[in-house]
Structure formats: C-alpha cells, structure tokens
C-alpha cells in the first residue's frame, strides 16, 4: 500500500497531499484578509497557481473545488466574477460553493481543491 505524500505539514494540517495520482489542496485562505471578496478570491487562486506549480500540475486538470463564503448573498457575485476568469474555458471543476462560518472574521472565502496529477 502506498502512503500519501505529505508537504508543508505542520501538528494541524499538511498543505497539501499527494496520493495515487491525485493532488488534495486543504483550506486555501487569502494572506491579506483585508482585502474585499474579490481580491481574497484572487489572492487565494493565485496561491493555488503556486502550489499546482509546486505539485507539477495545472488548474485545467481540477476535479472538484469546494468554496466555503461567509456571506454568500453578498459576495457571490464578486467571488464568481474572479473564478470564471481564472478557470480555463471547458475545464471547470465539479463545484459546491455554500455560506459557511470562517475559523476568524476577516475571512471572506476558503477553498479546496482535488486535482489530478499528470
């Protein structure tokens, strides 16, 4: 049996898990969460780029994205306007996106993804 590759892993989370051919990104939050929905939005995909660099693999080959937003009546609209222009035409993802309560105040939107790996 082959174990899960683990990295950026602390007592609490590892950043990201590798395992049989998939790629399991955990919560990914914006750094700067004084920014509105859209800019936390972007600075969370942004990261997301730098860790499917990282792991060798590319957002056209997302599976399944789960979006958690503290307000979703209001900031929907705003997420969604930075996620359609950062997902790549005829490759969208399997998608839940529900309101949720964040782990502190100041975040707007987190987001995990499951990614196959080449």
Known sequence: MTLP????????RSRYVIHNG???LGGQVAPD????????????????????????????RIIATQIFIKDIKGDFAGMNAVWDAWTPPGATSTRATVQAEMAAPD????????????
């Open 22 to 24: 998939t790629l399991y």
């Open 5 to 12: 590759t683990r990295f950026d892993t602390n007592a609490r």
């Open 33 to 60: 969460r004084t920014q509105d929905i859209a800019g936390q939005t972007r600075q969370i995909l942004d990261g997301v780029d730098e860790l499917l660099a990282h792991a060798g693999t590319t957002r056209d």
């Open 107 to 118: 975040i707007l939107v987190e987001m995990t993804f499951v990614v196959a790996m080449p």
